[in-house]
């Protein structure tokens, strides 16, 4: 019955996040507001599936906690940015200009704070909750797995599905994953998620609106090949293993 409780809880705020903006428009100020609420309706759900509250999601005020966030954020931005980097040094896309101000402001801050929480909601949902209710009950590999698999399921609201997509999200979500079972908390791994989607929003614009462009303005490039068709795999393994060999290293703050 406990599991049954879980997976229903599950359902619920999946399908708050991701099937709404689907039904229903949202303007930027009215999609803050239903986020926003979000954190109300996991809260309750959690306590209902016999969690604590959203706390039990890793939303924990740890000491450090805002550093992970920051660490994070420079581990995905600086990873996914040498990979534009090098699709654009081959020619992937180019560069014809940036937005002009004000408009390029307004773009920088709507994007760092829908990017922030989305990132955060999706990885409550996808690894927090997931995490709550199934760490201890299995082994942490399988742990690690059943979440990126998730992970990898639910990415195809935004995206559709695909093989490429599919097998980059589960190594994503392994990197994603790691950082929250070794620190118990939700920020390193959300500072990561929000650092590659805005990185991705400069380039190409925020997700679902890619028509108004990104900070940069692009144009697509002839090149094709194998390499840069793959670039976002690549760039998920090299994440993967940075993340791996160094979080010993860089002293994470995690929840005693």
Same mark, same amino acid.
């Given at each position: 019955?406990?599991?049954?409780? %879980?997976?229903?809880?599950?359902?619920?705020?999946?399908?708050?996040?991701?099937?709404?903006?689907?039904? !229903?428009?949202?303007?930027?100020?009215?999609?803050? =507001?239903?986020?926003?609420? $979000?954190?109300?309706? %996991?809260?309750?759900?959690?306590?209902?599936?016999?969690?604590?509250? !959203?706390?039990?999601?890793?939303?924990?005020?740890?000491?450090?906690?805002?550093?992970?966030?920051?660490?994070?954020? $420079?581990?995905?931005?600086? !990873?996914?940015?040498?990979?534009?980097?090098?699709?654009? #040094?081959?020619?992937?896309?180019?560069?014809?200009?940036?937005?002009?101000?004000?408009? /390029?402001?307004?773009?920088?801050?709507? #994007?760092?704070?829908?990017? $922030?929480?989305?990132?955060?909601?999706?990885?409550?949902?996808? *690894?927090?909750? +997931?995490? %709550?209710?199934?760490?201890?009950?299995?082994?942490?590999? =399988?742990?690690? =797995?059943?979440? #990126?698999? @998730?992970?990898?399921?639910?990415?195809?609201?935004?995206?559709?599905?695909?093989?490429?997509?599919?097998?980059?999200? +589960?190594?994503?979500? $392994? /990197?994603?994953?790691?950082?929250?079972?070794?620190?118990?908390?939700?920020?390193?791994?959300?500072?990561?998620?929000?650092?590659? &989607?805005?990185?991705?929003?400069?380039?190409?614009?925020?997700?679902? *609106?890619?028509?108004?462009?990104?900070?940069?303005? @692009? &144009?697509?490039?002839?090149?094709?090949?194998?390499? =840069?068709?793959?670039?976002? @795999?690549? #760039?998920? @393994? +090299?994440?993967?293993?940075?993340?791996?060999?160094?979080?010993? *290293?860089?002293?994470?703050?995690?929840?005693?």
């Amino acid at each position: 019955m406990g599991l049954l409780f %879980a997976v229903m809880g599950f359902l619920i705020i999946d399908l708050y996040f991701n099937l709404i903006p689907h039904l !229903i428009p949202f303007g930027t100020v009215s999609w803050l =507001l239903y986020a926003c609420l $979000f954190f109300v309706l %996991a809260h309750h759900v959690s306590k209902l599936t016999g969690l604590n509250g !959203i706390g039990d999601l890793g939303v924990k005020a740890h000491y450090g906690w805002k550093r992970n966030i920051r660490i994070g954020f $420079f581990y995905g931005a600086g !990873i996914w940015a040498m990979m534009y980097l090098l699709l654009w #040094a081959f020619g992937d896309f180019q560069v014809i200009g940036i937005k002009k101000a004000p408009e /390029s402001l307004i773009f920088l801050v709507e #994007a760092f704070a829908g990017m $922030f929480l989305g990132s955060l909601i999706n990885d409550l949902i996808v *690894r927090g909750y +997931v995490f %709550a209710h199934l760490k201890g009950k299995v082994v942490n590999s =399988l742990l690690l =797995l059943i979440s #990126a698999f @998730i992970y990898a399921l639910d990415d195809v609201w935004l995206v559709g599905f695909s093989i490429q997509n599919t097998i980059f999200s +589960v190594i994503l979500g $392994f /990197s994603l994953g790691y950082v929250l079972l070794k620190s118990g908390s939700i920020w390193m791994n959300t500072g990561i998620h929000t650092g590659l &989607n805005v990185t991705y929003c400069i380039v190409y614009g925020i997700p679902g *609106r890619e028509e108004a462009k990104g900070f940069l303005l @692009i &144009n697509p490039g002839a090149s094709e090949s194998l390499l =840069l068709d793959h670039a976002h @795999i690549l #760039a998920a @393994i +090299v994440l993967f293993l940075v993340v791996f060999v160094t979080y010993s *290293r860089l002293r994470i703050n995690s929840v005693s």
